[in-house]
């Protein structure tokens, strides 16, 4: 049986207060609520709690390559805290007499290692982020000593204060090993040493002192918990468990539509997309709210690396800063669009979606990002000045260029290919969804074609809807023009409802996510493959035979709206170890997830911010320092991209720029 320790009641009663300042400030999340409700639940409870185990309790999301340094110094530092909060839990439970046939004991051997084990981790994992604060701190990682950002005891002196924590435990444990003389004492591996470093009298003196210098600083730490930094190892937990990862970085659907056709609406005060914290979801607020400020999301965010005034981060922090400004302090916020946050911050954002890759506690930036430039296109009339053209096009034209319907299959008939139009065929197995950069610009019309000539190779029944086919609005969502898109997608719902097919086929990522994973919230349910997809599952059904290619040296340059988004990176790699020589792919530095953006995405392919370097010059400078001499892509914009930053650094002459389906058409047998 193990025996009950008394503890006073003057602990009790401090206790208590510490735990009623901890909750009166913890308004800090409840605050979150003034948001809106969130249609991106969690889909059960099993998804919750996978979410705690593999997210937050095994810390998942910290363990990275790229940050090697701050994934140890985060292991020590959860698992130490992780342990002490247990330990901290059974002492409290067998002071009072709870559950003591089960709990163990303090000095119970493997209690007792563990305990002390716990606290050499966090001490560990704190004297790692003293150095890495003090002596190391990587240039995007913010910092302040005991104040500023809001922080309570700033970054250094929150790591400090633990410190205290972990030294007034281990001398009050040393305490208790000299005056009680525990049978098991030695598996106290810490404590037990410094129980024997200064005399038994010394320790019975020093035993009351210790053990309330202990209790009152815990208590401080609790109470005082909401407003440090700290605070994030609440909210962390609480976003983890309410995020729904197969659901991440999917821009919310508004209806645009349905809110203008309602009689009641006050045309004159509306407000489309997000300009206040009152506007977004509680979840939204709850990302901002949970951010630790690490940095890792604006350490791999291309528009940041290049020079672009963007910082993912900032953003997350500038929202928390504006929902703690008007309802934690009630004090006049600055606003939030062009006074925290500058328009050229938000229109320089991507989508690529690296953010929210890196981010270890799960926030979506992309879509809150998206949110605030729909505020800016839809209620403010201001997108960027360039790209402003480009949607006036799409509600003309149909797609962003600006030409013809009536052109859209020039692509086929001026090479003399005969392709099968479903206006005339009416059923097929296969449509293919040329796309826009596919109809129009000239260098993926060549990609067009080779997919035609290789889906013609392997004898598949397909068709195109040729001039019934329109921009399916990426770019517009993307831009924040949402009602542009609404329209795209419902008129061509429409038209794709009108004729039989199994499956969708694009070359496009960006038309494959949106036909795929955005056309179902308007009823649009499609099987859309990629054609890097279809090409792949060819070879390997022996549909289509391919020669060796006599390429030299290949690079891949992973597509943000494939990989990232859809998960394909291994597809368009088996493809090339089967069209050509193994031995000649050479992978760049940033590949697969870690993937450096081409510049195009979110809408940027139609404007261009004037700082800093070319997102696409910089990608394609990286691949030729790979060694490569043929870069290969599977995506109609990085195409272009590359195409371009080629151009720019005039290699023509020296390097080739290739999707995978010209690689394999090229060799087709």
């Known amino acids: ?162 410190l205290l924590l972990v030294f007034g435990g281990y001398l009050s444990e040393a305490a208790r090993i000299a005056v009680d003389q525990p049978v098991d004492a030695g598996y106290s591996w810490i404590g037990y040493p410094l129980s024997n470093m200064v005399s038994l009298s010394t320790w019975i003196t020093l035993k009351p002192t210790l053990w309330w210098f202990h209790a009152i600083t815990s208590l401080l730490f609790i109470a005082l918990l909401p407003p440090t930094k700290m605070m994030h190892s609440i909210a962390v937990i609480l976003n983890i468990v309410f995020t729904n990862r197969s659901r991440r970085g999917e821009v919310r659907t508004m209806h645009v539509s349905k809110i203008l056709e309602d009689p009641d609406l006050d045309i004159e005060n509306i407000s489309l997309g997000v300009s206040k914290v009152e506007e977004f979801t509680w979840k939204q607020l709850l990302d901002s709210v949970s951010c630790t400020e690490c940095a890792r999301c604006t350490t791999v965010c291309p528009a940041a690396l290049t020079g672009k005034p963007l910082s993912p981060m900032k953003i997350i922090t500038d929202i928390r800063q504006s929902l703690y400004d008007t309802h934690v302090h009630n004090i006049e916020s600055e606003k ?43 209620s403010e009339g201001l997108p960027p000045e360039q790209a402003a053209e480009s949607l006036e096009k799409i509600m003309q034209n149909g797609n962003p260029w600006g030409f013809p319907k ?77 009602y542009t898109f609404e329209t795209m997608a419902l008129q061509n719902i429409e038209i794709l409802e009108k004729y039989k097919f199994s499956k969708i086929i694009t070359q496009c990522p960006h038309c494959f996510h949106t036909l795929k994973n955005e056309y179902v919230d308007f009823g649009g349910n499609f099987d859309v493959i990629h054609h890097s997809e279809l090409i792949n599952d060819l070879m390997e059904s022996k549909s289509i035979s391919v020669t060796k290619s006599d390429l030299k040296t290949i690079t891949y340059h992973d597509p943000c709206y494939l990989g990232r988004y859809n998960d394909i990176y291994d597809t368009p790699r088996n493809i090339l170890q089967n069209s050509t020589d193994a031995h000649k792919i050479v992978e760049m530095e940033n590949n697969r997830n870690n993937s450096f953006c081409c510049g195009a995405g979110g809408g940027n392919m139609w404007h261009e911010i004037n700082e800093g370097e070319r997102v696409n010059v910089v990608r394609f400078r990286e691949a030729v320092s790979s060694g490569a001499e043929t870069i290969v892509t599977a995506c109609s914009f990085c195409l272009i991209m590359m195409d371009d930053a080629m151009r720019v650094d005039g290699k023509e002459e020296e390097i080739k720029i290739l999707d995978i389906a010209e690689v394999v058409n090229s060799k087709i047998n």
């Open 336 to 378: 939030l669009i062009g006074g925290l946050i500058s328009e050229n911050e938000l229109w320089s954002c991507t989508t690529c979606g690296a953010c929210m890759d890196i981010c270890p506690v799960l926030i979506d930036h992309v879509p809150t990002i998206v949110d605030m430039r729909r505020h800016l296109v839809l």
């Open 1 to 162: 049986m193990i025996e009950t320790h008394h503890i006073s009641i003057s602990f009790y009663i401090i206790a208590l207060f510490a735990m009623a300042y901890m909750v009166y400030n913890s308004r800090r999340i409840f605050v979150i609520f003034k948001g809106k409700s969130e249609i991106k639940k969690p889909r059960h409870i099993f998804e919750q709690i996978g979410n705690f185990l593999t997210f937050g309790i095994a810390q998942r999301g910290i363990y990275s390559r790229r940050f090697s340094y701050a994934t140890i110094m985060h292991f020590f530092l959860g698992w130490g805290f992780f342990e002490l909060l247990f330990a901290t839990t059974v002492d409290f439970a067998t002071a009072r007499g709870f559950f003591l046939e089960y709990l163990p004991g303090m000095d119970e051997p493997w209690f007792a290692f563990l305990n002390d084990t716990g606290g050499l981790l966090l001490f560990i994992g704190l004297v790692m982020a003293l150095y890495r604060r003090m002596m190391d701190r990587p240039e995007l990682l913010p910092h302040s000593n005991l104040t500023q950002r809001g922080n309570l005891f700033g970054d250094t002196g929150i790591l400090c204060f633990l």
């Open 406 to 482: 009536k052109d859209r299959l020039k692509w086929a008939s001026d090479a003399g290919l005969d392709v099968p139009v479903f206006s005339q065929k009416k059923s097929a197995e296969y449509l293919y969804w040329v796309g826009c950069a596919g109809a129009y610009d000239p260098r993926n019309q060549e990609v067009s074609r080779a997919v035609i000539n290789i889906m013609n190779t392997a004898g598949l029944d397909f068709a195109v809807l040729g001039t019934e086919e329109s921009c399916t609005g990426d770019s517009a969502r993307r831009l924040g023009e949402e």
